[in-house]
């Protein structure tokens, strides 16, 4: 099945400057890649996906690169703020059936004021 | 987007008995999950409610331990049976609407505390 490793488990960084969370998958067949992000005690959201026939997405201050042939993905966040401080998750899985996903282990970024 | 309700939010139960999990949708979709995020970690996927018929599960997860019924489209349970200290956890319910192509949204949880 698919296995997808997340680095680095946490992440501190001075407010305005930029995070950057990378993944690797280990199915080829994986062509949807969501990243969500979790407050303490709070549901996982969704804050931005890819699809393989793309190699890279932006909203804002979120972008996420995708290198198939690397089978890796990154998730980059520009001019960070205090409110980014959560646990972010990246997923791996088919369009086939985008709900049954393979998380990573989650990275904790803490955003210094 | 769907707006998902789990009940209950939270319970503290006891060892070998079981509790029954409730996620309703406001809407129809096409696909519902139950996952698990034990503390401080990942989620990880227990199985798909299917429709009308028995629920597909992940390695690792068994029909027995953890039953699910997803009687219509709006609606399923997750049953965690006969519970153990090690069944503390977060229960998730996610969803996708309309195309099993669609990103997922998940509930608020059922966070479980078993003495």
């Known amino acids: 099945g698919e296995n997808v490793e997340q680095h680095p488990s946490t992440l501190s960084v001075q407010e305005g400057d930029s995070a950057v969370i990378k993944c690797t998958y280990s199915?080829?067949?994986?062509?949807?890649f969501p990243w969500y992000k979790q407050e303490l005690g709070k549901r996982p959201q969704l804050i931005i996906d890819?699809?393989?026939?793309?190699g890279e997405k932006k909203d804002q201050r979120i972008a996420v690169t995708l290198n198939k042939t690397a089978k890796h993905f990154s998730l980059h966040i520009t001019e960070t703020q205090p409110e980014d401080s959560a646990v972010y998750f990246c997923?791996?899985?088919?369009?086939?059936?985008?709900?049954?996903?393979?998380f990573g282990d989650g990275t904790t970024l803490t955003v210094k004021p | 987007s769907a707006v998902i309700s789990q009940k209950p939010s939270r319970d503290i139960c006891q060892r070998g008995t079981s509790l029954t999990i409730q996620c309703q949708v406001d809407?129809?979709?096409?696909?519902m999950f139950w996952y698990r995020q034990q503390p401080g970690q990942s989620l990880t996927l227990i199985a798909t409610?299917?429709?009308?018929?028995?629920?597909?599960?992940e390695s690792g997860f068994v029909i027995d331990k953890f039953p699910i019924s997803r009687p219509n489209l709006t609606f399923s349970t997750l049953t965690v049976s006969n519970m153990s200290p090690e069944d503390s956890s977060i229960y998730l319910c996610?969803?996708?609407?309309?195309?099993?192509?669609?990103?997922?949204?998940f509930g608020d949880g059922t966070r479980l505390s078993i003495l």
């Open positions: 996610s969803v996708t609407e309309n195309s099993i192509s669609e990103p997922q949204h």
């Open positions: 199915d080829s067949a994986s062509n949807y």
């Open positions: 890819i699809r393989s026939n793309v």
């Open positions: 997923a791996a899985s088919r369009t086939t059936n985008a709900g049954k996903s393979t």
């Open positions: 809407s129809q979709v096409t696909m």
């Open positions: 409610a299917n429709q009308g018929s028995e629920a597909t599960y």
